[in-house]
């Protein structure tokens, strides 16, 4: 039986927790942003024809006196 000596002090072992925090954050945020390009693929375009979809509302805006 091989005896291992290893010692982490809290210096390399805040340094690996970090490391690790980093990564799932990573992973986190990447996976969001694919999901949001896949749903942008299947999601449907309402503003095909901006020159038709006018409102009313947007010729209002300009500022009351």
């Known amino acids: ?18 490391g690790a925090i980093a990564v799932a954050a ?5 996976a969001y942003m694919v999901r949001r390009r896949i749903s942008n693929v299947f999601r449907s375009k309402k503003n095909d024809r901006p020159e038709e979809n006018r409102t009313e509302s947007s010729e209002n805006t300009r500022p009351r006196s």
């Open 1 to 18: 039986m091989h005896h291992v000596l290893a010692y982490v002090d809290p210096g390399s072992g805040s340094l690996i927790v970090q």
């Open 26 to 30: 990573g992973v986190a945020s990447s």
